[in-house]
């Protein structure tokens, strides 16, 4: 069985500049996560879909932080523009049940 | 809400001895426990879960936790670690009560902690 799929693995940007993230969770899973892990922390819940509909955004800085789940499948996540603080690894995880996590996308905004 | 609390931040030990990972997490209603391991430059993968039942929990690897409610505790243990075990060992929970349908909902993490083993 294929594991949680992100793109790209890693990524460096200029602030002010945008960035998108691609994740595609495991076949048949329902729900998807966005997460943000910063150096030396544990991850934290940007973002939480069942199906194609927002569960939690409550912790997503909307104002430049936005992610969509078309067709309830493949999801993306985008920083418009980006801080210095948004250095960090995003990681998109998807269940049934147990959360079963990608490999990341490591961001370092200069 | 809930928060995590791991106590060490670093573990260092030698090869083919015990190691213990302590986690603490606060929360106003019931909780399924997870803990979650991260080698570099990988994802998170699952460890082991508790989410009701028998108290001492095994998981893959040889590691085991046990759910202490009175004392909000879910240490992770190992009676013989090896070489391969160093990594970051994350403690997370779910809240009971955002669970739904088949889903054990969002996870708060604790802030990991590096288990270090040396030959």
């Known amino acids: 069985e294929a594991g949680v799929a992100q793109s790209p693995r890693y990524k460096i940007i200029e602030k002010r500049q945008s960035v998108a993230f691609w994740c595609n969770p495991i076949?048949?899973?329902?729900?998807l996560y966005w997460y943000q892990q910063i150096l030396g922390q544990g991850p934290k819940l940007l973002i939480q879909?069942?199906?194609?509909?927002?569960?939690?955004d409550s912790q997503l800085p909307k104002d430049r932080f936005s992610a969509e789940r078309l067709k309830g499948v493949d999801s993306t996540l985008k920083i418009q523009p980006a801080k210095l603080e948004d250095s960090a690894v995003y990681l998109c995880?998807?269940?049934?049940?147990?959360?079963?996590f990608g490999p990341g996308t490591r961001l370092l905004v200069l | 809400a809930q928060s995590v609390t791991q106590l060490d931040s670093q573990v260092p030990v030698f090869e083919e001895a015990p190691v213990e990972l302590r986690c603490n997490y606060s929360?106003?209603?019931?909780?399924?426990l997870f803990w979650y391991v991260q080698y570099p430059n990988q994802g998170l993968q699952l460890l082991l879960k508790?989410?009701?039942?028998?108290?001492l929990v095994k998981g893959i690897n040889g590691f085991e936790a046990e759910f202490n409610k009175s004392q909000t505790s879910f240490h992770l243990r190992k009676p013989s670690v090896h070489i391969s075990d160093t990594a970051e060992y994350f403690c997370?929970?779910?809240?009971?009560?955002?669970?739904?349908?088949?889903?054990?909902?969002?996870?708060?993490f604790g802030q990991g902690t590096i288990l270090t083993v040396h030959p």
């Open positions: 995880a998807s269940s049934l049940e147990t959360q079963y």
């Open positions: 076949s048949g899973h329902a729900t």
């Open positions: 879909f069942q199906n194609n509909g927002v569960v939690d």
């Open positions: 929360s106003s209603v019931s909780v399924y």
């Open positions: 508790y989410l009701s039942g028998s108290t």
């Open positions: 997370a929970v779910s809240d009971l009560t955002q669970a739904g349908g088949t889903s054990y909902g969002k996870l708060t």
